[in-house]
């Protein structure tokens, strides 16, 4: 077993894009009837060893995040990904979980930590996770991006 870690990402929140025959169409929010939402996508978060900083040993690709209003004062936050298990190994969030934070400018609204599911050495997976968060409409609207700290991971390196 060895310790990873990722790099922070950021990404601006906006409208889930509309559909076009170019691009793979918005995995989150799963219903968007259900209400309004905010749309962030990430291309990559990688998991580096943290005994060699340019070995990648897993990922996580297209990391969708929607934060979606269901009803008076009820928010859901959503996220999709693919797991990329073609690098060097087989991943865990066991060490740590994968922390979102939900930001208005420089202030965080609401933080959700997302123990995703193991990535397989040797496969591409889908993702997927949801949880009720708690805001005021006041912060829903004022939600602009959404910001992943560094986090910790295991992995079992895989080579053949």
């Given at each position: 077993?060895?310790?990873?870690?990722?790099?922070?990402?950021?990404?601006?929140?906006?409208?889930?894009?509309?559909?076009?025959?170019?691009?793979?169409?918005?995995q989150?929010?799963?219903?968007?009837?259900?209400?309004?939402?905010?749309?962030?996508?990430?291309?990559?978060?990688?998991?580096?060893?943290e005994?060699?900083?340019?070995?990648?040993?897993?990922?996580?690709?297209?990391v969708?995040?929607?934060v979606?209003?269901?009803?008076?004062?009820?928010?859901?936050?959503?996220?999709?990904?693919?797991?990329?298990?073609?690098?060097?190994?087989?991943?865990?969030?066991?060490?740590?979980?994968?922390?979102?934070?939900?930001?208005?400018?420089?202030?965080?609204?609401?933080?959700?930590?997302?123990?995703?599911?193991?990535?397989?050495?040797?496969?591409?997976?889908?993702?997927?996770?949801?949880?009720s968060?708690?805001?005021?409409?006041?912060?829903?609207?004022?939600?602009?991006?959404?910001?992943?700290?560094?986090?910790?991971?295991?992995?079992?390196?895989?080579?053949?």
């Amino acid at each position: 077993m060895i310790a990873c870690r990722s790099v922070p990402q950021m990404c601006l929140l906006g409208p889930v894009p509309p559909r076009t025959p170019g691009r793979s169409d918005a995995q989150v929010p799963s219903d968007a009837a259900l209400g309004v939402s905010r749309y962030a996508r990430i291309s990559y978060v990688y998991f580096y060893s943290e005994d060699e900083p340019d070995d990648v040993a897993f990922g996580l690709l297209d990391v969708e995040i929607a934060v979606q209003r269901r009803g008076r004062n009820e928010f859901a936050l959503e996220i999709y990904c693919i797991g990329d298990g073609y690098q060097s190994g087989h991943g865990s969030s066991a060490a740590a979980p994968l922390t979102v934070e939900l930001k208005a400018g420089s202030r965080t609204v609401a933080t959700v930590r997302w123990n995703y599911p193991d990535v397989l050495n040797g496969h591409m997976d889908p993702l997927t996770f949801t949880t009720s968060i708690t805001l005021s409409e006041a912060d829903f609207q004022a939600l602009d991006h959404v910001y992943l700290p560094s986090a910790r991971a295991e992995a079992v390196i895989c080579l053949e």
